[in-house]
């Protein structure tokens, strides 16, 4: 059976940053997917599960620190090497707590990214180095996804509310499906526009509050709970007050 290499997902909104590791990460015989925000990075790591993450913490929209306390929430347990170039030990601590698993600091020397990236990949069994394992990962099936009352399917494209299936279109989907992935987090209206849209239509644009109001009016129900919030001045969040 062939081999495969270890696999990184490698989020940094520094395009210049990004880049370059990238490629440091691929010639060192890695597979890399680079992204460039905390919401893509969430939705990637959902679809793929990595070996490894490496996340920058200072992100637009979801940030790095979010992004480690969304995957712990769900008990995934996927190593994670922050990149910051905080330096005050509570920083650091803050991420630890979030559920990071090691820090490097920028600026950062290349080689001491792929030391720390195999010391982690050596903690839960893998080689690390780009070094190959034994047998490919068996593809993981989406799942459904599940917060506030909702349930997805996010391969039939399917959505319920308290067993009452929603019909929706592709756009509304698209943006309750974004939502549920980040139940409880605050999404700001440009990391929206950029996922839905790839193009942020600037703070006049009414496009986003139409599709939110279309949204409300297919899940609210009678006496039940509100679950897309409004955050003045930021942007949407879906919880179940």
Same mark, same amino acid.
């Given at each position: ?37 905390? $919401? ?16 920058? $913490? ?151 509050? $139409? ?31």
């Amino acid at each position: 059976m062939g081999s495969v290499p270890q696999t990184v997902l490698l989020a940094e909104d520094d395009r210049a940053i990004r880049h370059a590791l990238e490629r440091a990460l691929t010639l060192e015989g890695y597979r890399v997917t680079a992204v460039a925000d905390g $919401v893509e990075a969430l939705a990637q790591a959902h679809r793929t599960p990595p070996d490894v993450l490496v996340l920058d $913490v200072m992100m637009p929209g979801i940030d790095g620190l979010q992004v480690c306390r969304v995957l712990r929430a769900e008990g995934d347990r996927t190593p994670i090497l922050m990149l910051t170039a905080l330096v005050e030990t509570q920083d650091r601590i803050a991420g630890l707590d979030a559920g990071a698993d090691d820090y490097v600091l920028k600026p950062f020397d290349v080689e001491e990214v792929f030391a720390r990236l195999r010391a982690l990949l050596r903690r839960t069994g893998g080689a690390g180095g780009g070094a190959p394992v034994e047998a490919p990962r068996p593809p993981v099936p989406e799942r459904y996804l599940e917060a506030a009352g909702l349930k997805m399917d996010p391969q039939a494209r399917r959505v319920w509310r308290d067993g009452r299936e929603l019909e929706l279109t592709r756009t509304e989907f698209e943006l309750l499906e974004l939502l549920v992935r980040n139940s409880g987090i605050v999404l700001d209206h440009s990391t929206i526009y950029d996922r839905i849209w790839g193009y942020d239509f600037g703070p006049g644009s009414k496009n986003l509050a $139409v599709y939110v109001g279309y949204l409300r009016r297919k899940l609210d129900e009678p006496g039940a709970p509100q679950l897309i919030h409004t955050v003045r001045g930021v942007g949407y969040v879906l919880r179940e007050d």
